[in-house]
């Protein structure tokens, strides 16, 4: 039987405006008046059209019991969450582009081109549309994804979201950077470490996302059990990039940029064993692909998540893998 999970799972602790899902054809809308399940019948959409096989693929690392592509397919242009600074029309653009259909058409691209890994978070109507294209339209891609509910010591809600997401079919799960963010800008980090052994124990991999290298470091130090870590890298060589004077703090205080001390994050994560993934390597599209990839790739990522529109996927491939084949030095060991 496959699993079924209610739009209603995933409306609590879900930090992303639904409007945009509206739009792409799940009939969420903020306020309105839950109905259930039950209430509508199932969509059964047509099958993709099956997706040519691309001259290049993407080499693929191993995560965990995971073989993915060392690339990675982004969530946040699939949910409209755009990172576009103060260009607001890019939200509302955006939404109109990736329609159900397109964000389908999209995945099944990266798939045909090796990107065998999303990377996305609970927004409402993210885990419907997933079952969506594996079950109805024969979609393979693996989903690492992030619970956004709330963790408190209990970590009842989080549990409850984690259980969720298991039961619709998730492959592995990752802390989200803004909750681990938080936790250790606290002086919780114990927290993160009790969350990713609740995960553990039901059988899924674990990860630890972070913008703050403060993040890893604590979990480094305390030696909690995660299988991998997403970090943020990106230089600040860019127009928008932040000036030495306003990187007052060890995260992102000023629109523009999430990787405050790239220079610091590379050092530390030379001595780290787990593998990592890096993301915000564009800087939001503030970094062409060629700059940012090979930037990351130098750094020592094991793999980058970098967000994609359908008709940017064939020309990143084949970037990344003309990084790759230029040998570009590394001091760090390839951990995946």
């Known amino acids: 039987m496959q699993p079924n999970c209610t739009r209603r799972d995933f409306l609590k602790g879900s930090a992303w405006a639904s409007a ?4 792409a054809g799940y009939g969420f809308s903020t306020g309105a008046a839950e109905q259930p399940a039950s209430s509508a019948p199932p969509h059964h959409g047509p099958p993709l059209p099956t997706a040519p096989q691309a001259n290049q693929q993407v080499p693929k690392g191993k995560l965990g019991n995971l073989q993915i592509g060392r690339l990675l397919l982004g969530g946040n242009l699939l949910t409209h969450y755009t990172h576009s600074r103060d260009l607001r029309y890019v939200y509302t653009l955006t939404q109109h582009y990736n329609t159900k259909e397109k964000i389908f058409e999209t995945m099944a691209l990266a798939e045909s081109h090796g990107i065998n890994a999303l990377v996305i978070h609970t927004a409402p109507g993210v885990l419907e549309m997933l079952q969506e294209y594996r079950h109805k339209r024969g979609g393979k891609i693996h989903w ?13 809600d989080f549990q409850d979201q984690v259980q969720r997401m298991i039961d619709c079919g998730t492959d592995a799960i990752y802390i989200w950077g803004v909750r681990a963010d938080a936790l250790v800008a606290q002086g919780e980090p114990e927290l993160i470490g009790h969350a990713v052994e609740l995960v553990k124990a039901k059988g899924l991999l674990c990860g630890v996302g972070a913008h703050d290298l403060r993040v890893i470091q604590e979990c480094e130090r305390l030696n909690l059990p995660a299988d991998f870590y997403i970090k943020t890298l990106h230089h600040h060589q860019y127009p928008t990039g932040p000036k030495p004077e306003q990187i007052i703090g060890p995260t992102a205080e000023i629109p523009g940029y999430w990787c405050s001390h790239p220079k610091e994050t590379i050092q530390f994560m030379e001595k780290v064993e787990k593998p990592w993934i890096a993301f915000k390597v564009m800087a939001a599209g503030a970094i062409p692909p060629a700059n940012a990839f090979r930037y990351a790739i130098r750094g020592g990522a094991d793999f980058i998540l970098a967000g994609m529109f359908d008709f940017e996927i064939a020309d990143d491939v084949r970037i990344f893998n003309q990084i790759l084949a230029e040998n570009p030095k590394r001091t760090r060991p390839w951990r995946a």
């Open 144 to 156: 690492i994804i992030c619970p956004t509910a709330e963790m408190k010591p209990g970590l009842k």
């Open 20 to 23: 945009g899902l509206a739009a």
